[in-house]
């Protein structure tokens, strides 16, 4: 089965950091891109970033370009995203998201989601 | 404002049909057939439920259906069922940059 458990998420002030983990199971970690996903309250989901499945391509939306990195230990089965310059636009529940294909090149779905950690930025 | 608009809510009795619409523009649903939809129960992880417009991942219901008309896709539930009751996410790719945008989500209530 597969499972997808974030954490890290927290009460943070404006222009703080602060890093997401997701530990996965149930599939073979490296042969799968993976993404984070958000959704702000009120509002819809929102695409972050993606990485490839070796780690070496790495995607990330307009809105958090340039603050936020995503990357991946695959001997630990970890995705992380270390999120810099923190915004109160930022606050959201962050989703690891499991991509169809190695690379989220040519692979725009999800098929497996985490339950999510809430991130709020606030002072 | 989401890229994608969905109505807000939904409704239905058991046992008939509903669609949830999903509006875009000729840069994202109307450009690809990479639509796909996304259900998600209070507190639960979201489900794919449809990709490449009206394919079913393995263990979807066959009462779950999509299409796609110009810049509209559509999900259908026939047959409703009170677990179909959550909420409905509509995803569409938007081209190289964009990758990916979502809609804002209807709520399904099954009367």
């Known amino acids: 089965e597969v499972q997808l458990l974030e954490s890290g998420g927290g009460l943070v002030q404006p222009g703080g950091s602060l890093r997401l983990s997701c530990a996965a199971s149930?599939?073979?970690?490296?042969?799968?891109?993976m993404s984070w996903v958000r959704q702000a309250p009120g509002k819809g989901l929102e695409w972050v970033s993606s990485?490839?499945?070796?780690?070496?391509?790495?995607y990330y939306a307009d809105s958090v370009k340039g603050r936020f990195t995503i990357s991946r230990d695959n001997s630990k089965k970890t995705l992380y995203l270390q999120m810099t310059s923190l915004r109160a636009d930022d606050t959201a529940v962050y989703y690891c998201?499991?991509?169809?294909?190695?690379?989220?090149?040519?692979?725009?779905?999800?098929?497996?989601w985490g339950q999510g950690t809430l991130v709020t930025v606030s002072s | 404002q989401s890229a994608l608009t969905q109505p807000a809510s939904v409704s239905g009795s058991p046992g008939q049909s509903i669609t949830i619409s999903c509006t875009g523009t000729?840069?994202?649903?109307?450009?690809?057939?990479?639509v796909s939809w996304y259900q998600r129960h209070p507190g639960k992880a979201p489900k794919l439920m449809i990709y490449?417009?009206?394919k079913r991942p393995s263990g979807v219901s066959n009462r779950f259906s999509g299409s796609k008309s110009g810049n509209r896709a559509s999900l259908t539930i026939s047959g409703l069922q009170a677990e179909d009751e959550a909420d409905y996410f509509c995803?569409?790719?938007?081209?190289?940059?964009?990758?990916?945008?979502f809609g804002g989500g209807t709520k399904l209530t099954v009367l």
């Open positions: 000729s840069s994202d649903v109307g450009s690809y057939n990479l």
């Open positions: 149930g599939f073979t970690f490296n042969s799968y891109a």
């Open positions: 998201a499991k991509v169809t294909g190695l690379d989220w090149y040519g692979n725009y779905y999800f098929d497996y």
């Open positions: 490449d417009v009206s």
């Open positions: 995803c569409s790719y938007a081209g190289s940059t964009t990758f990916v945008v």
């Open positions: 990485v490839s499945g070796s780690g070496d391509r790495t």
